[in-house]
């Protein structure tokens, strides 16, 4: 079964651990809506790095889904990976085994 649906996302920058800077890191938290076949919000972190080049940077993120999919209520966490490599987008985000709860214990990625 799939999912389908629009979300909004706030990203919000923090401030960088100290010592950090010099890594030229971002970091952010993530609030998201989600609606359709997910209706949920989620709450996460995010860190990022810039290349060299215009158009190349990477991220990963950890955020927590709590609502209804597919009408079963609980939550489930969502691990990120992204890569801008020149301008070509790469992402992958992959439901984190056994971290479905309630009616979503046992949720997993196909």
Do not use: C
Not at 14 to 34: S, Y
Not at 60 to 71: D, P, Q, Y
Not at 74 to 86: A, E, Y
């Amino acid at each position: 079964m799939q999912a389908k649906g629009p979300f909004d996302v706030k990203l919000a920058p923090q401030p960088a651990a100290p010592g950090i800077e010099q890594a030229n890191l971002g970091r952010m938290t993530l609030d998201k809506q989600f609606h359709g076949d997910l209706e949920a919000t989620s709450l996460g972190e995010m860190l990022s790095a810039m290349g060299q080049v215009q158009g190349s940077a990477g991220y990963v993120a950890i955020e927590r889904v709590t609502g209804s999919l597919h009408g079963k209520q609980g939550s489930f966490v969502l691990q990120h990976h992204g890569i801008m490599n020149r301008g070509v987008p790469e992402l992958s985000v992959t439901v984190v085994p056994d971290s479905g709860t309630d009616a979503l214990t046992g949720l997993r990625q196909h």
